[in-house]
């Protein structure tokens, strides 16, 4: 199962990776079960003044006993968080997804150990104590930081750390949800560099075990629990309910932008004017605290603070439908979260999505109802379609945000304004701006993440489709101004194979592309200046086995000789392929 590779880290096969992402999904779905319980203890304590670990995320928190002092809990809670990100694990801060996506494709799948104690503590002090922020980016980068231990330990190479690290990401996201394909497709569209069943196997098994681990201890309801509305008999389609949802589609784009352009000003803002940190935690969290206090004054509950479910679970029982309300919630929690995460909190923007989608689409709904009372679907729909549409939007994972919502909420009846509105919210966004909520992070800081994964159909081409037929056989003792002379007469040729007798002694590539060592201080013959380190492939071989022979055997270049038995000859050589040919190869098969 274990086995070294050149570069002496033990490479394991995909059962034994299987295995491993099996304890990293077991181990992440116990991490999630642990996060809440210290978020649940946190919040008790500073809300309540309660020392307990009961608490219901999806109810909403009555107002406690300290009254406007309430005011203070975010700051103090936040002042922990800066304590323990500044001195311990300073990729703790923020949100927690981008710092994954940077370990990924910047820093070869490796996350410190230490991140996943610090993030869980910071998070639960930040979530607990009612910073606006969410639980997923937390438990992401608390599974990420599992599976990338778990490959640390084991010294496995870059590609499979990553596998793991991503198998980890998507575990957090199934069991703290209850959604096991939207954990998948969370991996797939955000994580994964490559897709294919060696990455896809171990993502499956991580995320189906943590699911598993979380439902043992959650219980197997949704995320949240919807009335289902009766299946319409008299038509398919209401296109006044479909031509309502892609307008609301739309708004969702517009709000999904408006979050992400107000969370990169204040990212950028406190940090400017406020240098010490503490400070800053200070001034962020007093006024999240004095939002959570007025709205208790207005409306009986503090509502924005913490992860906001409650908020959500109303809406979608049909508790909570007046406009004006629920206008003013989605904007307060956008600037909310915004001044949360730019003050230092650590915590996820998933769930405030959720929130600002679902209070931008409640308020929609009710508005339709009045408008068409007739036609207008209920406003529990229209809330469960914005929650998908600007987390779709924010993240630009439209197919984790469909499955998710679907997964959270089981009420299938929606999903065709679903697809819709989500695909026009992601549209709009990234017509307004290029960069989702978790890039535009890293491109800040000059760390640059591919938008689009290609798939690798060049990897089947035949050889003979992409090698270089500009060849020439000549004796190995030719002289070098012999050489040039015949070469200067003309023919394009761009590699010169050497003959030994019948034997392939070497080759001179012409291409500058590619590096010829010279063994002699005044090279005289060919052989002087040709690569003797070469591999022999096969014209109706594919690239993919030819690469594999390359990396194996740490060479440049591979001679091309026809499909035929015997010992290949300089003469049987028909083609060239190297790195640059390859690369042509990537491109082309990318670029159309």
Known sequence: MLEKDEDGYRRVNLAGLSLLALAVGLFTGLGAVAFRALVSLVHNIFFLGEFSFSYDSNQLTEPGPWGAFFILAPVIGGLGVVYLVKNYAPEARGHGVPEVMDAIYHKEGR?????????????????????????????????????????????????????????????????????????????????????????????????????????????????FLVALAPIPSEQAVDLVNLGAFVVLGILCGIAAWGFIRTLVFCEEQFPKRFENEYIRNIVGMSMVGVMGYLFVLWGGHYFVTGVGYGTIQNILQGHLESILLLGFLCVAKLLATSISLGSGASGGVFAPSLFIGSTLGGAFGALMLIVWPGHGATVAEYAMVGMAAVVGGATGASMTAITMVFEMTRDYNIIIPLIMAVAVAVGVRRALLSENIYTMKLVRRGRRIPKDRYSNAYLVRACHEVMDTSVTVMAVDTPIEEALTYLSQGGGVRFIVLRDGERIAGVVPLDSRIAIPSRQDHPETLLDIALTDFTIGRENSTLEEVIRRLHKRKTQIALIIPDQPGVPRAEHVKGVIGKPQLADAVLASQMG
Request: charged content about 10%; cysteine-free.
């Open 111 to 223: 996350v410190r150990p230490i991140v996943a104690v610090i993030k869980s503590l910071a998070s639960a002090l930040s979530i607990g104590s009612g910073a606006s922020v969410g639980r997923e980016g937390p438990i992401v980068q608390i599974g990420a930081a599992l599976g990338s231990s778990f490959a640390q330990l084991t010294n496995l190479p870059s590609w499979q750390r990553i596998t793991l690290l991503a198998a980890g990401a998507g575990a957090g996201i199934a069991a703290t949800f209850n959604t096991p394909l939207g954990g998948v497709l969370f991996t797939i569209e955000l994580m994964l560099p490559e897709i294919s069943p060696r990455t896809f196997l171990p993502v499956v098994i991580a995320t189906g075990s943590a699911a598993y681990v979380g439902r043992l201890f959650f219980g197997l309801q949704p995320a």
